[in-house]
Structure formats: structure tokens, C-alpha cells
């Protein structure tokens, strides 16, 4: 089993960054791949950017150029840098983990980024 607890998150202005992180507990070695996901009023949660173990990362193209996802697998801490917020990127952002065996998936409880204009 795996716990996920996220922070960070908060009210920025559009231009502003922020570093989320997600601080994990458990059998670590049981996961490969750790992410970020957001969910925003009424759309589907979208996948930000992943990072699986001892590999690169990847982003969604909005997250491309201005989002960057790191980890610390000695802080077992995945962080998720975000610079030249905009309004469109408010949502609820919560980290998530995959394990090596199918069908193991964890998530924490999100936090809530707010962009105004």
C-alpha cells in the first residue's frame, strides 16, 4: 500500500508559478511511475506529466515548455514546478503513482490550484 499526501497548491496571478509536492509513504519499491493529474469544474481529470522510474519524463502538451516534474526517490517525493500560469490551468491537482503490477494505482487527495486574472 501506498500514501500519497500533496501540497503546495494556492492562489496565484496569472504569469506566477508554483511547486506542488507530493510526498509518499509505503512500499515504494513498488512503484514505477509517479505523475501529476489535474481536474478542473466539470471535465474529466487530465494527465500533466509522468516520470517513471530511471526514466524521462513526459507532458501533456499544454504543461510542454512552461511545467517541469521531478523526483527524489530518497525523499520519496515527486515535485511538480509550474511557471507562466493562466486561469485555464485552475484545478484540482492531485499526484498519482503506478506500480509495477497491473491494476496497482494510488492517488492523494489533490490540492487546489487557483490562477486569476
Known amino acids: 500500500q501506498v500514501q500519497l499526501v500533496e501540497s503546495g497548491g494556492g492562489l496565484v496571478q496569472a504569469g506566477g508559478s508554483l511547486r506542488l509536492s507530493c510526498v509518499a509513504s509505503?512500499?515504494?519499491?513498488?512503484?514505477?511511475?509517479v505523475g501529476w493529474y489535474r481536474q478542473a469544474p466539470g471535465k474529466q481529470r487530465e494527465l500533466v506529466a509522468r516520470?517513471?522510474?530511471?526514466?524521462?519524463?513526459d507532458y501533456a502538451d499544454f504543461a510542454e515548455g512552461r511545467f517541469t516534474i521531478s523526483r527524489d526517490d530518497t525523499k520519496n517525493t515527486v515535485y511538480l514546478q509550474m511557471h507562466s500560469l493562466q486561469p485555464e490551468d485552475s484545478a484540482v491537482y492531485f499526484c498519482?503513482?503506478?506500480?509495477?503490477?497491473?491494476?496497482?494505482?494510488?492517488w492523494g487527495q489533490g490540492t487546489q490550484v487557483s490562477v486569476s486574472s
Open positions: 498519482n503513482a503506478k506500480g509495477w503490477v497491473a491494476g496497482q494505482e494510488y
Open positions: 516520470i517513471p522510474r530511471g526514466s524521462r519524463a
Open positions: 509505503g512500499n515504494m519499491f513498488s512503484i514505477s511511475v
